[in-house]
């Protein structure tokens, strides 16, 4: 009888130890394969920038940092419609050239660019929007700001216009229209200077397009926006040198020329006295070179080979009053 006790409690004890191993190694597999999310955001230290694509929002916070190697490395946060024209592909060669730096692009939505200069890990923005570009100058974080080009944005659509805009001189009241309809629109929703104009628009029309079935966003650049919008037949804002330079797009702009529709870019530094691993010299030197006689004459003349007309208008010397602004922040 003992000795079946005895069994009983030996057997009890390995049952338990066996347990206790398959907890372990199953707590174990779980650590291991748990997966990593690549929609993390992770907040970039001072002396690095989240690597970026044209992709915009999504791509811009998740990837690699971009980690200043040296005094000649210069971080430039910029919008996407200054990569997708191709227009720095002309313009970084030739300040690399004349200055000894190396630049690292950082092209994402104006929003985003601007958060980067506000954590200091930018060194030089190029943005284009004027009422947000405010607060990082108010804050002392955005210094020296310049104006350096313009072109405008154009409401795009499908050339069947199922919204009846074509003829329209407003953009409200294009907007207005989209919106009665029901059609189709695709907006970026990446806090971009393209999206912060369009969702002011939908604000002075009193409208909010939110939630409807036929308004998506996409949270991406200006060049994948305008894709998806060609692929769904839909309405879509754009800067007019990005519509321009895209490729295989059946889209036609159904308004244009509305004063609202203005687009301004400004350079500025982001100021090295609050933030220890801001390259100040590398920075001024773009932001000069952005204004210089040489970076102007390639703005003046960039893309008027290939469409017939240039991409932007050079506005270096220029007050923002004088091409069309009320004030310099808009």
């Given amino acids: 009888m003992k000795r079946i006790r005895f069994g009983m409690l030996i057997m009890a004890l390995l049952l338990s130890f066996g347990l206790l191993a398959c907890g372990s190694d199953k707590e174990t597999k779980e650590e291991t394969t748990q997966p990593t999310s690549a929609a993390t955001t992770q ?16 791509a811009a916070a998740t990837s690699t940092p971009v980690v200043r190697e040296g005094p000649k490395d210069v971080i430039l946060a910029t919008t996407t ?6 227009l720095l592909d002309v313009l970084v060669p030739e300040f690399e050239k004349d200055s000894g730096y190396n630049v690292k692009v950082i092209a994402v939505g104006t929003g985003q660019a601007l958060a980067m200069g506000e954590r200091g890990d930018a060194d ?18 955005g210094i020296d700001r310049r104006l350096v080009m313009h072109n405008d944005f154009v409401l795009l659509g499908p050339a069947s216009d199922p919204a009846g805009i074509k003829g329209t001189t407003k953009a409200t009241d294009a907007l207005t229209k989209i919106f009665n309809a029901g059609a189709a629109f695709i907006s970026r929703g990446d806090d971009s200077g393209t999206d912060k104009l369009e969702k002011a628009l939908w604000k002075k ?31 879509i804002m754009s800067d007019r040198g990005t519509f321009l330079a895209a490729k295989s797009l059946s ?20 100021n090295p006295e609050k933030f220890d691993l801001v390259n100040g010299p590398g920075g001024k030197a773009f932001a000069d070179f952005m204004v210089s006689d040489e970076a102007q004459n390639i703005i003046k003349d960039f893309g008027t080979e290939k469409y017939g007309r240039p991409l932007f208008i050079a506005d270096a010397g220029r007050t923002y009053e004088e091409v069309g602004l009320a004030t310099p922040f808009g």
């Fill in 43 to 58: 907040k970039t230290p001072s002396g690095t920038a989240a690597a970026a694509t044209t992709t915009g929002t999504a």
């Fill in 81 to 86: 419609s200054t990569q997708d024209t191709g």
């Fill in 124 to 141: 030089v923005m190029l943005v284009h929007a004027p009422s947000s570009e405010k607060k990082v100058v108010d804050e002392g974080v």
């Fill in 205 to 235: 029309a009193n409208l909010d397009p939110k939630g409807k079935s036929w308004y998506e966003e996409t949270g991406q650049g200006m060049g994948a926006s305008l894709q998806v919008a060609n692929q769904r037949d839909a309405y």
């Fill in 251 to 270: 889209l036609t702009i159904v308004l244009e020329g509305d004063p609202a529709l203005l687009n301004v870019y400004s350079v500025m530094q982001v």
